[in-house]
């Protein structure tokens, strides 16, 4: 998910670049919503990871 993100954000500068603001601005918004849906799923992971390692040892 945050390859996509990183992805979406390259485009989003290429376009910016060469004029075509409403590809950019689009392109922007989606990769602000993948990353921010990347960063939740490894929110969740870790709590679950810490909690899971507490309950072992």
């Keep these: 998910m945050l390859k996509w993100a990183i992805i ?3 485009i989003s ?3 910016g670049y060469f004029g075509f603001s409403g ?3 689009k392109s922007r918004s989606i990769a ?3 990353f921010a849906i990347a ?3 490894f929110l969740i992971v870790l709590v679950f ?3 899971l390692g507490m309950l072992v040892f």
Excluded: Y
């Design 8 to 10: 979406f954000f390259i």
């Design 13 to 15: 500068l290429i376009a």
């Design 23 to 25: 590809v950019a601005s």
């Design 32 to 34: 602000k919503v993948l």
């Design 39 to 41: 960063l939740v799923i």
């Design 49 to 51: 990871g810490v909690m």
